[in-house]
């Protein structure tokens, strides 16, 4: 029951990891919201712009934006991809991107033809992680990374174990 469960191969390293915090912290502390209460602190933060920074996508699409913490720092990680933002309600914006693409239409309701193979699709938008993976299979993205992971019984969504 408490097995990890390895899909696919990472490109990196333990020391890779290691390697990237003194830059990761450097770009923390210019990070625009120092309150991101009910968003991602350092530690997820970190593991996101890491491996997005690692997968290097053509787009980068993000599926629940909050006050625009997440936004500025894929920005960060990878500068060169398209950003699409996403999120039913975005008026809790506090970081307004010039270079993102924003909609209020819910992931599964997007035109996502023609997708660059090495697409990147962030959620934190408290769906079920489950129902998620499938859209993110019919769609055609590859590369998927989850930011809610409640323990068993826990949360508002399902999320993956």
């Avoid at 899909?7 to 290691?18: F, H, P, T």
């Avoid at 933060?45 to 006050?67: C, D, H, R, T, Y």
């Amino acid at each position: 029951m408490n097995k990890v469960k390895s899909i696919g191969n990472v490109k990196w390293e333990k020391q890779d990891i290691i390697n990237s915090l003194d830059e990761f912290l450097e770009l923390y502390d210019s990070r625009p919201i120092k309150d991101n209460s009910g968003g991602m602190k350092s530690p997820h933060l970190f593991a996101v712009w890491f491996m997005a920074k690692q997968i290097n996508p053509e787009l980068i699409v993000e599926s629940g934006v909050w006050k625009g913490q997440s936004t500025w720092l894929l920005e960060q990680a990878c500068p060169n991809a398209k950003l699409v933002s996403i999120d039913i309600n975005l008026k809790n914006r506090e970081y307004f991107s010039k270079k993102a693409e924003y909609s209020d239409r819910d992931f599964s309701e997007q035109d996502w033809k023609n997708l660059p193979e090495n697409s990147l699709v962030f959620f934190d938008d408290h769906q079920n992680a489950y129902k998620r993976l499938q859209q993110c299979k019919w769609f055609g993205f590859r590369h998927v990374i989850f930011e809610d992971n409640y323990p068993p019984a826990k949360g508002d969504c399902y999320s993956l174990k």
